[in-house]
């Protein structure tokens, strides 16, 4: 599978193969742009700009019509648990889900739904994960992905795949983790920059409990602010135990933001290192850029 992360500074591409629970790089690709070359207020405006960029890096990496997963980052969906008896159809089920998400959109036509269940052993119910969409943009999203020559498969959300790569990294594979009664008790805090949005998310080993996103710009004012917000995010959970801080991705003024964070929590602050867990054939110089993508890559091997 390839993950393919379109973000507003380039597109990270990494193709994946997996062998018994060992994952290998088989492509692996960057492509740097200037914001507004693609995007407007965070969003892709320029479709056929970003197929021309794409299909370009498709043809060099000889992997046209190989499938691909791809993401919407978080602030661009909505996302939501039910409760719900068993035995429910899927039609059944999406009746539910548009009553709830009804007070986010004005019309059922205006959005995309994608959700997993979970049966309950405390309970004769199924829990349903919801995602929903703006059914245009994405759209408009599949098929630029498709025109550049790749096959989309999966649509993730960012922070899916960003906890992917955790688990992975950790060691926790599904099939292997003979812990994992404990781990899911555990309670981690990832920090997730991009170029315009820091996201705040607070989750176990299978459950988002929370998640918060702010817009960004590379000033130390703004960061000062930001360490406020996620400081006072985090308080409001104060009956979790968080584990450690997990930083993804980088800033100038990072440093500041963990010493603010760390001050208040004493916690282990790690950078995930997706590459030595998984070798890239050339030298890559931020491996944190290529964390959604292998997360993307490693999709069709885990569950939702």
Request: contains cysteine.
């Amino acid at each position: 599978m390839i993950g393919l992360d379109i973000q507003t500074n380039g597109i990270r591409l990494i193709g994946l193969k997996k062998n018994k629970h060992q994952f290998h790089i088989e492509c692996i690709a960057t492509t740097d742009f200037d914001a507004q070359t693609i995007f407007v207020e965070s969003k892709i405006k320029y479709w056929d700009t970003l197929v021309t960029i794409l299909a370009k890096l498709v043809d060099q990496l000889k992997i046209r019509d190989r499938p691909v997963a791809i993401h919407l980052p978080v602030h661009f969906v909505k996302m939501g648990y039910l409760q719900l008896p068993l035995g429910l159809s899927d039609e059944q089920i999406k009746t539910e889900i548009y009553a709830q998400a009804k007070h986010d959109w004005q019309n059922k036509e205006d959005l995309s739904l994608d959700f997993s269940q979970q049966t309950l052993t405390h309970a004769a119910c199924s829990e349903i994960l919801f995602v929903t969409a703006n059914r245009e943009y994405l759209s408009q999203y599949i098929q630029c992905v498709c025109s550049a020559g790749l096959r989309v498969q999966v649509v993730d959300v960012d922070i899916y795949a960003l906890i992917r790569v955790l688990q992975y990294t950790d060691g926790l594979l599904f099939e292997q983790n003979v812990q994992r009664e404990w781990l899911q008790k555990d309670a981690h805090a990832i920090i997730y920059i991009t170029q315009t949005i820091v996201t705040l998310v607070l989750f176990t080993w299978q459950t988002i409990i929370s998640y918060q996103y702010w817009p960004i710009n590379e000033t130390e004012e703004d960061w000062l602010q930001l360490s406020d917000k996620i400081l006072t995010c985090l308080q409001s959970f104060s009956d979790k135990e968080i584990k450690r801080l997990i930083i993804c991705g980088h800033s100038r003024y990072i440093s500041r933001l963990i010493e603010s964070v760390t001050q208040v929590y004493r916690l282990p602050v790690c950078f995930p290192e997706i590459f030595a867990h998984i070798k890239p054939p050339v030298p890559i110089d931020s491996a944190a850029d290529f964390l959604v993508a292998c997360g993307l890559a490693m999709r069709n091997h885990y569950k939702w």
